[in-house]
């Protein structure tokens, strides 16, 4: 794994083919590709390296500043890599620097947008709402089948298609920053016998989720000459409400909004970009100095533990030698006992030599104690 600063990795993708790189930072040149177009740096075309030999190669584009969202340092990690804790020891990445004004990054990132993004038609589907309008599809025929109530479509009401119609646009609008989108159906038990359905749309920009819904819908009935309302459209975060509402009125839908909508997105996804980068330079410090506290810990740990089994088998020496030494005693104490009845008067012999037996077995030093034979003297040689 390698971090790199854009302008670092800009300088090499155009310095070698895409092939050699790749294989230097051990990855695929299609995952490079994708990881450059991801951050927002400009690759060389195909044959590029040949015009070059050649001497017709263009200029080269110049790097553009950072859309928001996007990383100031980019990870190229290898396809096959595995998560691990942070280890007492890792290195600390640098403190976040961004010296782009939060301005500019959306005023160059609202430049790509095409204006008129807001009527593009439900019938061109983002693929933000294909698997949903596959499950409506797919209940529609269910019900044409079968004729069951509860295959018909959830979605198909005027203020729906409003609402997929307004997510469609949106997905298709942030593509320019390379977001991910999904337009899900949600629910909401209401009553035991009511539930209530709305759709959310989920957008991902580098590491920040923002997630839009909206709020009041009314379903007009059909033919009525009137738009369905479709409700305000809320900016939420995660179950929280974000404070960001827009709300249509007679003279101007919330289609023609969108493009308020983009720009505000883009605004919140670059400072909550920032503010995550800082946070979680702090939390990867945090996670490194507990990693490095456990670490004493069980190094403490190891060496008490260590200390104690030392100490336990110096006691249990101790005991074994004071155990011996009274074994010592009593042996001695046979010894001369017996020694005193051999003073007074003959002992019985068989008695005699069973004591004596009984001491020798009591006595720890027997056996114990190696004699140390002095070895013969060597043959001097003629």
């Given amino acids: ?12 993708i155009w310095s070698q083919p ?8 051990g990855l695929s040149d299609v995952a490079l590709g994708k990881l450059c177009l991801r951050e927002g740096i400009p690759v060389p075309p195909k044959g590029y390296w040949a ?20 990383e100031s340092d980019v990870v190229v990690t290898p396809e096959r890599t595995s998560w691990r804790p942070a280890r007492a ?3 600390l990445p640098p403190e976040p620097h961004f010296p782009e004004r939060v301005e500019d990054q959306v005023a160059y990132a609202m430049a790509l947008v095409d204006p008129k993004f807001w009527r593009w038609p439900l019938s061109d589907t983002h693929a933000a709402l294909r698997n949903l309008l596959d499950g409506e599809r797919r209940r529609r025929a269910r019900h044409r089948k079968n004729g069951l109530p509860e295959d ?8 729906f298609q409003r609402q997929l119609k307004i997510f469609n646009c949106l997905a298709h609008g942030l593509d320019v920053v390379h977001a991910r989108c999904k337009v899900s159906g949600e629910s909401k038990e209401i009553r035991a016998t009511q539930t209530h359905y709305y759709l ?24 009525s000459g009137e738009p369905p309302r479709v409700g305000d459209l809320v900016l939420v975060s995660g179950h929280i ?8 009125d007679g003279a101007k839908p919330l289609e023609q909004q969108l493009l308020a909508v983009i720009q505000t997105t883009l605004t919140r996804t670059e400072e909550r970009h920032r503010r995550w980068a800082r946070r979680y330079r702090e939390t990867l410090a945090e996670q490194i100095e507990a990693a490095r506290k456990k670490d004493e810990a069980a190094a403490t740990a190891g060496e008490r533990a260590a200390a104690e089994k030392l100490a336990a088998a110096e006691q249990a020496r101790r005991n074994d030698l004071t ?16 020694a005193h009845l051999d003073a007074v008067g003959p002992a019985d012999a068989e008695w005699r030599a069973w004591a004596l037996k009984v001491a020798e077995e009591m006595d720890p030093t027997t056996g114990r104690l190696q004699r140390v034979e002095t070895p013969p003297p060597e043959t001097p040689t003629p």
């Fill in 1 to 12: 794994m390698a971090t790199l600063a854009r302008e670092e990795l800009y300088g090499l």
């Fill in 18 to 25: 895409r092939t050699t790189l790749a294989d230097r930072f």
């Fill in 51 to 70: 015009q070059l030999e050649n001497g017709k190669c263009g200029p080269r584009p110049a790097l553009s500043i950072r859309l928001p969202g996007q």
């Fill in 89 to 91: 020891g890792d290195p």
């Fill in 152 to 159: 018909l479509p959830l979605f198909d009401a005027n203020h």
């Fill in 200 to 223: 959310r749309l989920t957008v991902d920009i580098g590491k920040v989720r923002l997630i839009f819904q909206f709020d009041g819908a009314e379903l007009v009935g059909l033919g």
């Fill in 241 to 248: 409400n974000d404070g960001v509402r827009w709300t249509e």
């Fill in 323 to 338: 155990v011996e030494a009274a074994r010592w005693h009593e042996a001695t104490k046979i010894r001369a006992y017996i």
